[in-house]
């Protein structure tokens, strides 16, 4: 008996691999200026932005006639794809009580900005977490590198821990959006400016009832001297220069010969020898310069948590067993108020 087998066409079977694809980044840049003229900080900020691999935007405030001249400058920063800004008297100078608001609104329901960003600076630092805490977002400090990824849509950045003696590694998943970062100034180089320009949109001022802070007065040390946290060359003093005189006499004549900004060590700073606009170290400014000469300076934590990233080091210190000499380039174990005047003699030649 013969049995029929009924054929079936034969069928093709396409199967399709699907990929995740996270949040596109687009980072909103707090962009700070003093007069008009942008902060060296907030041009290593939108270094750090545009690190993210996403659209750009930049954010101004502050008076009306300053914001004129700061959105002029802006525009024209490399990686901006728009510039916000708003002024009003109410910003002139920027608070943290006056702006959160402002910053609040922008980023609002439906905002596109999945990061904010700005210099490690002390307004930044009371208004950036403000805002953080008012959304219920994540907020890191002092970043040192930023990388997005594209598939999870989490970022991750280093910042140092314990004055700089470890690196902590965090991680903001896509959950947390936006994601506010400030950054270390030290660790990216400035953006440039370029031809073209990003597409500037004013910003309507937010207004605050019954507001309870006011500027009194801004006291800012004048120099002529390059500003310390953006100089290539610094020249520091410690404790052992023992008096505010002797510290001006000492520092002052090597600085001039070259071109150097004058920084201080936190003792220096403490016991009066300088002001506290020139301390270097943790709590401090932080700098990374071509040349750092500490002179005097035993080499504490602190203070090698805020210039240890120069390029070149050079101490002068009679204590051949002071810290400083361990991250030292060039060390010299002498008399500084006999190394220091010999020194500046040989450069003027």
Do not use: C, W
């Not at 054929?7 to 980072?27: D, E, N």
């Not at 990003?198 to 507001?211: S, Y």
Request: net charge negative; hydrophobic share 45%.
């Amino acid at each position: 008996m013969l049995r029929s087998r009924l054929l079936r066409p034969a069928q093709t079977v396409i199967f399709s691999r699907s990929y995740a694809t996270g949040i596109s980044p687009h980072a909103l840049v707090f962009i700070e200026h003093r007069s008009g003229v942008i902060d060296s900080g907030s041009l290593s900020a939108l270094t750090a932005a545009e690190q993210l691999g996403g659209k750009v935007t930049g954010l101004i405030v502050g008076g009306t006639d300053e914001v004129k001249l700061a959105v002029e400058k802006a525009k024209k920063l490399k990686g901006l794809s728009k510039l916000l800004h708003s002024s009003s008297e109410l910003y002139a100078p920027p608070l943290a009580e006056t702006v959160s608001p402002l910053l609040q609104e922008i980023l609002a329901k439906g905002s596109p900005f999945t990061h904010v960003v700005s210099a490690h600076s002390s307004l930044a630092k009371s208004i950036l977490p403000r805002v953080a805490g008012m959304l219920d977002a994540s907020a890191v400090s002092d970043v040192t590198s930023v990388l997005h990824e594209v598939v999870d849509g989490s970022t991750t950045f280093t910042r140092p821990i314990y004055a700089g003696n470890a690196i902590a590694t965090v991680k903001a998943s896509s959950s947390s959006v936006p994601t506010f970062f400030t950054v270390r100034s030290t660790a990216f180089d400035a953006v440039e400016s370029v031809e073209s320009e990003a597409d500037a949109e004013a910003v309507a001022p937010v207004e605050i009832a019954n507001l309870s802070v006011e500027h009194v007065r801004t006291e800012l040390t004048k120099s002529d001297r390059p500003d310390l946290g953006s100089a290539s060359r610094v020249v520091s003093g410690g404790r052992a220069l023992k008096s505010a005189e002797t510290f001006k006499a000492t520092l002052e004549p090597l600085a001039d010969v070259l071109g150097a900004a004058i920084g201080a060590s936190r003792a220096a700073v403490d016991a009066g020898y300088a002001d506290n606009s020139l301390q270097v170290g943790q709590t401090g400014k932080v700098v990374a310069p071509e040349l750092y000469m500490a002179l005097g300076i035993s080499g504490a934590i602190q203070h090698l948590a805020g210039m240890k990233d120069s390029k070149l080091i050079v101490a002068i210190n009679k204590d051949p067993d002071a810290p400083i000499f361990q991250i030292a380039d060039v060390g010299l174990v002498a008399d500084l108020y006999q190394a220091v005047p010999e020194l500046v003699e040989k450069l003027k030649q």
